[in-house]
C-alpha cells in the first residue's frame, strides 16, 4: 500500500508526521489559557481555568483535538445535565477552544463539534434581603462604624446598596 502511495505522488510518513503535530486537548488548553484567557477578565480566567481542570481535561485531556466529535461533547455536556449551568459554561469554553484550534491550523475551517449541542435552560435566581436580614445587616453596620473602623467606606457603600438598589460595580 505505501508503494503504491508513493507511486502516486503521496507521503505516507507525512500523514503519521501531521499526526503527531496536532496537539492534545491538554496542550489546547494550555494555549488557550495562556494566548486567549488573559483578555478576560480576572474572575472569567480562574473560572475557565476551574472549568478545564474538573470537567474537560479529565474526560478529554489524552485525546487529540482533532479527533473530537460532537458525541464526544454531547456526551460530556449530557453528563453535566444535573448542573445545567456548568454543562453550558463548559459547552461554551470548549467551543470557543475549538474555534481557536481552527484558527491556528489545528482543526479544519467549520468543524467545531460543539455546534448544533442544544445547551440546558436555565434558571436565573434573584433574592432579596428579608425585613428581619436587613436590620440585623443595619445593626452591624453601625457596631462597626461606631467602633471607628479605619476604613469607612465599605461601610457607606453597603448602605447606599441597600438604599437604592443600584450594582455592585455602579457602587464602587
Known amino acids: 500500500q505505501w508503494l503504491l502511495q508513493i507511486s502516486q505522488g503521496k507521503d505516507p510518513s507525512l500523514e503519521k508526521q501531521e499526526v503527531r503535530v496536532v496537539p492534545t486537548v491538554k496542550e489546547l488548553a494550555d494555549q488557550y489559557m495562556q494566548e486567549h484567557a488573559p483578555h478576560k477578565k480576572t474572575s472569567s480566567q480562574k473560572e475557565d481555568k ?63 463539534p460543539c455546534l448544533h449541542i442544544k445547551k440546558y435552560s436555565e434558571n436565573k435566581r434573584e433574592r432579596f434581603l428579608s425585613q428581619d436580614e436587613i436590620s440585623r445587616l443595619m445593626t452591624i453596620l453601625s457596631e462597626e462604624e461606631a467602633q471607628n473602623s479605619s476604613n469607612p467606606w465599605p461601610i457607606h457603600a453597603i448602605r447606599l446598596l441597600l438604599l437604592t438598589g443600584c450594582r455592585l460595580n455602579e457602587i464602587l
Do not use: C, Q
Open 50 to 112: 476551574r472549568l478545564w481542570e474538573k470537567f474537560i481535561l479529565p474526560v478529554f485531556g489524552t485525546m487529540k483535538v482533532t479527533s473530537l466529535e460532537r458525541s464526544d461533547i454531547a456526551k460530556l455536556h449530557h453528563s453535566l445535565h444535573h448542573l445545567p449551568t456548568t454543562g453550558n459554561r463548559v459547552l461554551s469554553v470548549l467551543s470557543k477552544a475549538l474555534n481557536l484550534a481552527e484558527l491556528w491550523g489545528y482543526r479544519p475551517n467549520h468543524s467545531n
